[in-house]
């Protein structure tokens, strides 16, 4: 499974930004996820998503601000970003579990793809 992130950028604090992971067709089987990794921090658990759709999970700091979603007709997931912070200020990674039902942690994922850039001022 190959994986690609976009769609970071600089936004204002208060602002919404969404982000992109293609995927490769197998990913459809795949539990997927969103980790980020602020500057000289561990990378950290985002949000996860099951193969269909149905059972979704948030890391407690961004619940009620983002949203995790996928298409598997066009194998991609998104993630919906509002009330951004500065905290939110990361590279953001989307990962493939092995999976149907992925976890919170990162070494439950075994395919990562490449990061985006989130960064958002005050």
């Known amino acids: 499974v190959q994986l690609q992130a976009s769609g970071g950028g600089l936004v204002q604090a208060g602002g919404s930004l969404r982000l992109t992971c293609e995927a490769g067709?197998?990913?459809?089987?795949?539990?997927l996820g969103w980790f980020r990794q602020a500057p000289g921090k561990e990378r950290e658990f985002v949000a996860a998503?099951?193969?269909?759709?149905?059972?979704?999970n948030y890391q407690d700091s961004v619940k009620g601000r983002f949203t995790v979603s996928r298409d598997n007709v066009k194998n991609t997931m998104y993630l919906q970003m509002s009330s951004l912070k500065p905290e939110d200020t990361a590279v953001y990674y989307c990962?493939?579990?092995?999976?149907?039902?992925?976890?919170?942690?990162?070494?439950?994922?075994?395919?990562w793809g490449q990061g985006t850039l989130v960064t958002v001022s005050s």
């Open positions: 067709r197998t990913s459809s089987n795949n539990g």
């Open positions: 990962a493939a579990s092995l999976k149907a039902v992925a976890g919170t942690g990162a070494d439950g994922y075994r395919y």
């Open positions: 998503i099951s193969w269909n759709g149905r059972y979704t």
